[in-house]
């Protein structure tokens, strides 16, 4: 409502907060669209340390996902046995551990890149021994190759209608 008595005021400054606010609206937009949408395991409000347990696994492969040689460290982390960890985490998820850090590390991927990283080195930061391991690994489990995807994503940048320069 604000911007529209704006557009309606003869005041010298309105431009200037017209502009403020479009940007304030762009970047909201922006902020939503941005935002990862990753399944949320929120925990249920019960004293249960099994689901801290799975929560905490979550934030921890989330936090840690280029770092992580493999899953293996969750249990020094933790101070449970791997086997101990994967089964909690599947009882209340309903996916297999290996399988949401493999998703991870493949939307982190996506992610990199979408923001113009070479395949290459998108492989080292999610700690692939070699591209070609790598290359074969994302073709397997997205379907189409990295430089497929690196160069679909940025055509479809391209195709994204650009914001106007002038209000």
């Keep these: 409502m604000r911007v529209l008595s704006e557009f309606i005021s003869d005041d010298v400054l309105s431009n200037l907060l017209i502009e403020a606010y479009m940007q304030e609206i762009i970047c909201g937009v922006y902020r939503i669209f941005s935002r990862k949408f990753y399944k949320n395991y929120l925990l249920s409000g019960s004293n249960n340390s099994d689901e801290?347990?799975?929560y905490d696994v979550i934030n921890y492969i989330d936090v840690h996902l280029e770092s992580m040689e493999n899953l293996s460290a969750l249990s020094a982390e933790f101070g449970y046995s791997y086997t101990h960890i994967a089964q909690k985490f599947s009882a209340f998820t309903g996916e297999s551990l290996k399988s949401y850090h493999t998703k991870r590390r493949f939307e982190k991927s996506?992610?990199?890149l979408r923001q113009g990283y070479s395949?290459?080195?998108v492989a080292e930061l999610m700690g692939f021994k070699s591209i070609h391991a790598f290359s074969r690994a994302y073709k397997k489990y997205v379907g189409m190759a990295?430089?497929?995807?690196?160069?679909w994503a940025e055509e479809d940048k391209k195709n994204l209608p650009q914001p106007a320069e002038n209000f």
């Design 110 to 112: 996506n992610e990199y």
């Design 52 to 54: 801290k347990l799975v």
């Design 146 to 151: 990295p430089r497929e995807y690196k160069k």
């Design 119 to 121: 395949v290459t080195k």
